[in-house]
């Protein structure tokens, strides 16, 4: 099992990606940190406390991270993630269990103060990663592998023309590390994410499938998808931050191609990646920028480890049921 520690902003994506990394065989989620960005950081905490109750795994500590950007004001998503971040279910916590005294960026710093084989992968802002960075400079090349969600090459922004919500929310965490990092981001975008749509077919077949799984999710996606269907005429929802999760697992599930990558920060184009895939810049490639998916292999693993499944059900039910 490869070790990764995931840092997010849960957010009603977010969460599915932990339901996906906690429960999938191939992977050992030995941390969570929590970062500002679809809501308030304490709220994001207090969703993975409620993800981490309801696998029954309240070992994995929790460093909850940075409250606001390294410069801009915080604005977060809770118009598309509700004001719980979880889709206004307001579900309650019931256990004890609290973050860890020592705050994200400390934590990471430590963490990757000496070369280790554990992997980071970001599914929010990147400024618990910044802030770690400029504690441990070295902390890129002590680490696995650094997987990102975030930015867009080709495709429209969703949060500005040309930016994705996680590198607009802090351009300059973004900036920093695309810059400093010095390990590979491999960077799964709108490119490839804006494919992973849950419709409302796979919900209903999670809920037969498995009626608490897919309660829970049906309840957390309900606010989400009636915000597809108000901005974007999409009947189901768009869910990043599980690709990700699936692509570290199975990196065949993703093609891209390496670049050097920088991120503005501040203006119009504020969170835009500038991909320089044709080198005018000749600077050193620092990122790997994922462009094609295979969407319904992605299912077939999400749907598989969500459901506790057979490969091969769902495999069946995907073709009968035209999913995915
Ligand atoms: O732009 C999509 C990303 O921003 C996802 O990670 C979502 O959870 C939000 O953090
Ligand atoms: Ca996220």
């Known amino acids: 099992m490869r070790k990764v520690m995931i840092d997010c902003d849960p957010g009603i994506d977010d969460t599915l990606a932990l339901l996906l990394a906690i ?38 500590p929790i460093y909850q991270g ?34 860890e005294a020592q705050d994200a960026a400390t934590f ?16 929010g802002p990147l400024t618990n ?3 770690a960075l400029q504690i441990n400079p070295d902390m ?46 491999e960077m799964v975008g709108l490119d490839v994410t804006r494919e992973i749509v849950l419709t409302p077919t796979m919900i209903e077949y999670c809920c037969q499938m498995d009626p608490d799984t897919g309660g829970f999710l049906r309840d957390i996606t309900r606010f989400y998808v009636d915000f597809h269907w ?3 005429r999409i009947l189901g929802c768009v869910i990043n931050d599980p690709l990700p999760i699936a692509y570290f697992i199975d990196d065949d599930l993703c093609q891209g191609f390496t670049s050097y990558t920088a991120v503005e920060t501040q203006g119009i184009s504020r969170g835009q ?24 292999q992605f299912f077939k693993k999400f749907l598989t480890v969500l459901l506790n499944a ?9 073709e009968k049921l035209q999913m995915g």
Not at 112 to 121: E, T
Not at 144 to 163: E, I
Request: overall charge negative.
């Open 23 to 60: 429960k999938a065989p191939e992977i050992e989620v030995v941390a969570i940190t929590t970062v500002c960005g679809n809501a308030p950081v304490d709220i994001g905490t207090q969703n993975v406390i409620k993800c981490l109750e309801r696998l029954d795994r309240l070992d994995i």
């Open 66 to 99: 940075a409250k606001q950007p390294l410069k801009q004001p915080f604005i977060s998503a809770q118009d598309t993630h509700g004001m719980d971040g979880l889709g206004e279910t307001n579900i309650q916590i019931t256990s004890n269990k609290t973050s």
């Open 108 to 123: 990471l710093a430590h963490t990757f103060a000496q070369k280790n084989d554990v992997s980071v992968i970001a599914l």
């Open 129 to 131: 990663i910044a802030l």
């Open 140 to 185: 890129g090349q002590h680490m696995d592998r650094f997987v990102s969600m975030g930015g867009t090459y080709k495709s429209h922004g969703n949060c500005s023309p040309v930016a994705e919500y996680n590198y607009w929310c802090d351009p300059d965490a973004a900036a920093f590390v695309f810059d400093k990092l010095g390990k590979q981001i």
């Open 230 to 232: 108000q901005q974007e």
């Open 273 to 296: 990646t500038v991909v320089d895939r044709y080198d005018f810049w000749q600077n050193a490639a620092n990122s790997t920028i994922m462009t094609d998916v295979d969407a319904r």
């Open 310 to 318: 057979q490969k091969e059900t769902i495999e069946t039910d995907l």
